[in-house]
């Protein structure tokens, strides 16, 4: 199993940027395939990015494509989520997910069963 924890959130202007950490216990953290959700309040949480265990593979929401980047640092157990020009439809609680069995990356909540408590992001207008 994995533990996991975000930090980095935090209130920020729009067309500002924020890091997002996500922290992993354990030895195994590089067999996972890692990804971002995040959940705006009275909304369904929404997937944000994933990325395969090794980095090679990504996906985007198109939301957030051209502005948001996923990444990971195995050696550290840590993935992130850089956000840049953010937009007030970005603040929201952002989760960061993990999942060891899956073939093929997906955008689907159910498909991670590890999830961290969240960290929120604010963007003022």
């Known amino acids: 199993q994995v533990q996991l924890v975000e930090s980095g959130g935090g209130l920020v202007q729009a067309g500002g940027s924020l890091r997002l950490s996500c922290a992993g216990s354990g030895r195994t953290f590089s067999d996972y395939a890692m990804a971002w959700f995040r959940q705006a309040p009275g909304k369904e949480r929404e997937f944000v990015a994933a990325?395969?265990?090794?980095?090679?593979?990504?996906i985007y929401a198109d939301s957030v494509k051209g502005r948001f980047i996923i990444s990971r640092d195995n050696a550290k157990n840590t993935a992130y989520l850089q956000m840049r020009s953010l937009r007030p439809e970005d603040t929201a609680v952002y989760y960061c997910?993990?999942?060891?069995?899956?073939?093929?990356?997906?955008?689907?909540?159910?498909?991670?069963?590890?999830w961290g408590p969240g960290t929120q992001v604010t963007v003022s207008s």
């Open positions: 990325m395969t265990w090794s980095g090679a593979a990504t």
């Open positions: 997910a993990a999942d060891r069995t899956m073939q093929r990356l997906s955008r689907e909540r159910g498909m991670y069963p590890y």
